[in-house]
C-alpha cells in the first residue's frame, strides 16, 4: 500500500465511501452478509457483490468495478467461493492509511 494517489481516488466517490462503511459493519447493513461461505471463510467475513449491488441500487457490472478499484488500491480483500465473490475491508492497510495520514499528511 504505497500508492496513496491511488487509494484517494478511489476514496474520491460517495458510493464507493459508503460501501466501504457499510463493509465496517456488514451486518449492520446486509441481511445475511455470510449466507454461501463455508464456516472457514465465514469467520474472515466478506458480502457478496449481489447484495452490496442490491443495497447500493447499482448495477452489478458497476459495483464489481467500484470493489476492484477499491482492492487494487488496497483498501479491501476479496475472496472467491463458487460462483460468488466476497469482499472485506483490508483492516490492516486501513490502519497504515490512518497512521500515515495523521503523521505525515
Known sequence: MENYVDIFKAL?????????????????HFDKPSAHLS????????????????????????VSHYLSMMQKAGLLESER???????RRNEENLEKLAKWIKEEL
Open 39 to 62: 464456516k472457514n471463510m465465514s469467520e474472515k467475513g466478506g458480502v457478496c457483490v449481489g447484495d452490496i449491488s442490491e443495497r447500493a441500487g447499482m448495477s452489478q457490472s458497476t
Open 81 to 87: 467461493h463458487g460462483k460468488w465473490t466476497y469482499y
Open 12 to 28: 474520491a466517490n460517495s458510493t464507493r465511501l459508503e460501501m466501504l462503511k457499510w463493509l465496517k459493519d456488514p451486518y449492520d
